[in-house]
C-alpha cells in the first residue's frame, strides 16, 4: 500500500513539474532592472502630452512604450518599447 502511494505521489510530481516547465517556457517576459540610469536627464512620453518629465528613475528597459529618453545634451539615448 505505502509503495502504491509513492509511485502516485512521484507520478502527480513529475506532471506537475511538466506542466509548470512548458508554461515557462512559452513566457515572452524579459527581465529589467530597476536601476537609475544616470545619463537619463529627462523623458518625454505621449500619454503625458509630450511634456518633459525630469528627475526621473528610469532606463531604456523599463521606461514606458513610446517614451523617449533623452540625455543632458538633448540627444536621444532610447525609446522604450
Do not use: W
Not at 510530481?13 to 529589467?32: I, M, P
Amino acid at each position: 500500500m505505502a509503495i502504491h502511494r509513492v509511485v502516485f505521489l512521484a507520478l502527480l510530481l513529475l506532471s506537475g513539474t511538466f506542466l509548470l516547465g512548458s508554461k515557462v517556457e512559452s513566457a515572452d517576459g524579459k527581465a529589467c532592472t530597476r536601476n537609475c540610469d544616470p545619463d537619463v536627464a529627462y523623458m518625454v512620453c505621449p500619454s503625458s502630452g509630450h511634456r518633459i518629465i525630469k528627475q526621473v528613475c528610469v532606463n531604456c528597459c523599463s521606461a514606458r512604450k513610446g517614451c523617449k529618453l533623452f540625455r543632458n545634451n538633448g540627444s536621444v539615448k532610447c525609446i522604450g518599447n
